[in-house]
């Protein structure tokens, strides 16, 4: 089992920054993949942005050039840096582990954190 906590929410106006944090704990492996998702009201759930314990990092298009995620390998934590927010960034953001288990499985574990409140707004 995996757990997440994850931290960084709060309330800032347009134009303004936020850094969310996520740390992992419990049954990690070397090769895992973090990231966040985020949920507006009345919205479908979206991927933001993954990063893989080697490096390599996905975003979404909306993000792009704005959000950097970053990982501390030895802390389990991953960071997302979230500049010149906009009002359309207002959602719930749940951070996400996903790695394949020791053992022969059909899918891959995946879990998420309680998520945390991102709201810009003058």
């Known amino acids: 089992q995996v757990q997440l906590v994850e931290s960084g929410g709060g309330l800032v106006q347009p134009g303004g920054s936020l850094t969310l944090s996520c740390k992992a704990s419990?049954?990690?492996?070397?090769?895992?993949?973090m990231g966040w998702y985020r949920q507006a009201p009345g919205k479908q759930r979206e991927l933001v942005a993954t990063?893989?314990?080697?490096?390599?990092?996905n975003y979404a298009e909306s993000v792009k050039g704005r959000f950097t995620i970053s990982r501390d390998n030895a802390k389990n934590t991953a960071y997302l840096q979230m500049l010149a927010l906009k009002p359309e960034d207002t959602a719930v953001y749940y951070c996400?582990?996903?790695?394949?288990?020791?053992?022969?499985?059909?899918?891959?574990?995946?879990?998420w954190g309680q998520g945390t409140q991102v709201t810009v707004s003058s």
């Open positions: 419990g049954n990690i492996y070397d090769a895992n993949t």
């Open positions: 996400n582990f996903q790695q394949w288990p020791r053992v022969v499985a059909l899918r891959p574990d995946n879990y």
């Open positions: 990063i893989t314990t080697g490096g390599p990092t």
